[in-house]
């Protein structure tokens, strides 16, 4: 039977309704008994204690909030009662004393994937074409529809169809059902993706450097087998600047990387024709290479959340963070991100840093992120959406501590800034925005070959070189939006699975993916977003 409200934490002074509570209703939990004062929503809090103005809201055992004026006991907590506050950081204050999960049925485990010569093993097998500056996305645009209608072969969707129908006067009713459609592809172990962006240029030569180091993570992601490179010629982001970022992260590259600069190709007939035949060979090339085994301590998962609700922090991440600490204790690695969803916890994360420097090096960036933040007028605490609040998460604090539930209770082997590269098996931080295009684009940069992407609420994004596999906190909206979402933790609410029997079912789902037996769900929408975070100003 499905349990009516949960504590999270024995030191908290909220209780989470896990259902809709009407006013009157008396609850027992954990030898007290409490009566709701107002009508509750399910996925909201109220007070387990009197509170009076200034007081301390605890959540998840650390601080959240702060009443802003005297809440009753059985008093659901809002926007109006609770301000965020989140509790001092002092620096390193202990050692990280951690018992690894049993791995005994993971560690020998293997997924098939494609190995490159750097030993990096891939989930998928892609040729990218990308610009370096964004006078280049109509060139890239054209290649795409040239290449895809060549090697795909793909036939009219089903809203294709419809409106069709509809201009030859027709209606809905008479779009033909769509019969499964058949593998057409030409080459059937290479993927070609086109990505386009609004950079390059125009703004602070900072941010044009950040993105030519994200596009070397880009190519030097396992799952690229090879590139294809447009470049204006005068932008900032010069060729040089992307090759030699490239040449620091991977000094022995072998990967083909197809470099045409339009300033000095003449047409753009001509330069297209040269691309074309170039970009053949490379592709024709890259389909040789097949999947064989690989360990798993060779995945790189990238954890993320987006579309958070009030249950997202006591289901779907931590079921995320069981399946990080799996991959930790077996040897493999992972990352957790969006740092402005990590205000409130940076104490337990310095903690558990196994280097001092990287404690300090995450305080940092915190705090440099953060005074951006308020230079631009804003701050972190306007971090929880209108989504965010309506379902539950009321201060930038609470949807932090539930966010950082994701990233489990492993040691913190490096912190990275947006743009470095994994390279430490184990748990990583990486500095990016809570921005959810923005940080699945920053993760797959960083080596991330999987991501793993919990919503409360729903979103149906994706990348376009790493599969994004989508894990719904809550049965109603995996049942309500089930072409994106590809694994439901609402069993944890529902009281039918524990979150380490969820973990372990996550686990073998995301091998099934790595392996190219199952596609996410962002995969069958061609969902392909690519964001790249600017720090700067357009210039």
């Known amino acids: 039977m499905q349990k009516k409200v949960l504590k999270v934490n024995?030191?908290?002074?909220?209780?989470?309704a896990l259902l809709d509570l009407p006013a009157g209703e008396s609850v027992h939990h954990d030898g007290a008994d409490y009566t709701i004062l107002k009508d509750i929503k399910a996925k909201h809090k109220f007070a387990a204690v009197d509170f009076e103005d200034g007081d301390h809201i605890i959540m998840y055992g650390v601080i959240v909030g702060k009443a802003n004026q005297s809440i009753k006991k059985g008093e659901v907590i809002t926007t109006e009662n609770v301000k965020h506050q989140s509790a001092k950081v002092e620096g390193k204050t202990a050692t990280l004393s951690w018992t690894p999960p049993n791995v005994d049925k993971w560690k020998d485990r293997t997924f098939m994937g494609y190995h490159r010569e750097d030993g990096q093993v891939g989930t998928e097998n892609v040729w990218l074409f990308f610009?370096?500056?964004?006078?280049?996305?109509?060139?890239?645009?054209?290649?795409k529809d040239i290449f895809e209608k060549e090697l795909l072969h793909e036939k009219a969707s089903k809203h294709q169809l419809l409106l069709r129908s509809l201009l030859n006067g027709g209606s809905d009713s008479d779009v033909a059902v769509e019969e499964e459609v058949p593998d057409t592809r030409i080459f059937k172990n290479i993927d070609v993706r086109f990505i386009t962006h609004q950079g390059g240029c125009g703004g602070i030569r900072q941010d044009a450097e950040a993105l030519g180091r994200l596009f070397a993570g880009y190519v030097n992601n396992p799952n690229v087998a090879g590139a294809t490179v447009l470049s204006l010629g005068c932008q900032n982001l010069q060729v040089q600047i992307f090759m030699d970022a490239l040449h620091a992260l991977a000094p022995d590259n072998k990967k083909p990387i197809v470099v045409y600069e339009q300033q000095k190709s003449g047409t753009i007939d001509e330069m297209l024709t040269g691309v074309i035949k170039d970009s053949y060979e490379g592709i024709k090339k890259a389909n040789e290479i097949e999947r064989k085994p690989a360990p798993i301590t060779k995945l790189n998962i990238g954890l993320e959340c987006g579309g958070s609700d009030g249950f997202s922090g006591i289901s779907a991440n931590p079921v995320l963070g069981e399946v990080s600490d799996i991959m930790a204790a077996v040897g493999g690695t992972t990352m957790l991100a969006e740092f402005p969803e990590l205000c409130g916890v940076e104490q337990e994360l310095v903690n558990r840093c196994i280097n001092d420097e990287d404690g300090v090096k995450f305080l940092q960036l915190m705090k440099d992120f953060e005074k951006s933040v308020v230079a631009a007028g804003s701050g972190f605490d306007m971090n929880p959406s209108p989504g965010n609040i309506k379902d539950g998460l009321i201060t930038d604090a609470m949807k932090s501590a539930g966010a950082a539930?994701?990233?489990?209770?492993?040691?913190?082997?490096?912190?990275l800034d947006f743009t470095e590269y994994a390279t430490k098996p184990g748990l990583n931080l990486l500095c990016t925005p809570g921005n959810d295009a923005e940080c699945t684009?920053?993760?797959?940069?960083?080596?991330?070959?999987?991501?793993?992407?919990?919503?409360?609420l729903g979103t149906p994004m994706g990348n376009p070189i790493a599969p994004v596999v989508k894990i719904s906190s809550n049965t109603v909206l995996a049942e309500r939006m089930p072409d994106i979402i590809d694994f439901n933790a609402g069993t944890v609410i529902s009281g039918e699975k524990t979150i380490p029997e969820a973990a372990d079912e996550l686990l073998e789902f995301i091998i099934k993916v790595a392996s190219g037996e199952v596609k996410t769900k962002a995969d069958m929408l061609n969902q392909n977003d690519f964001i790249p975070w600017r720090r700067g100003v357009s210039l």
């Open 405 to 415: 539930k994701k990233g489990g209770a492993a040691p913190i082997v490096e912190v």
């Open 131 to 143: 610009p370096l500056v964004f006078c280049e996305n109509k060139n890239i645009e054209t290649l």
């Open 441 to 456: 684009t920053a993760l797959v940069g960083s080596g991330a070959t999987v991501v793993l992407f919990t919503t409360g």
């Open 10 to 16: 024995p030191k908290d002074n909220v209780i989470v």
